[in-house]
């Protein structure tokens, strides 16, 4: 089973910053897509990000400006810089590593933005 390790969730007051990092098996990461996803509650899962293996990166209208996505081939690490959070920036953020034969998940961590 492949596993993808999150890490980076936690409490933070609006206008603060958090980072998420995801470790992926050298295997998977260095051909798949990487990207985080989060799940409000009551609300559907969204893509926040996504960076494919070259580095074009990929971001939902409602954080462009404040996350960046980047990925470091050397730690077969992704991971999600989020600056000036808001209080609908709470969900529990998923990490994916895909490719058009396999999508695999983390465990999600949660994010939660006080206001």
């Known amino acids: 089973q492949v596993q993808l390790v999150e890490s980076g969730g936690g409490l933070v007051q609006a206008g603060g910053s958090l980072r998420l990092a995801c470790a992926a098996p050298?295997?998977?990461?260095?051909?798949?897509?990487m990207g985080w996803y989060r799940q409000a509650p009551g609300k559907q899962r969204e893509l926040v990000a996504a960076?494919?293996?070259?580095?074009?990166?990929n971001y939902a209208d409602s954080v462009k400006g404040r996350f960046t996505i980047s990925r470091d081939h050397a730690k077969n690490t992704v991971y999600l810089q989020m600056n000036s959070l808001k209080p609908e920036d709470t969900a529990v953020y998923y990490c994916?590593?895909?490719?058009?034969?396999?999508?695999?998940w983390g465990q999600g961590t949660q994010v939660t933005v006080s206001s």
């Open positions: 050298g295997s998977i990461f260095r051909f798949s897509t």
């Open positions: 960076i494919t293996i070259s580095g074009r990166t």
């Open positions: 994916n590593s895909e490719s058009p034969y396999y999508a695999y």
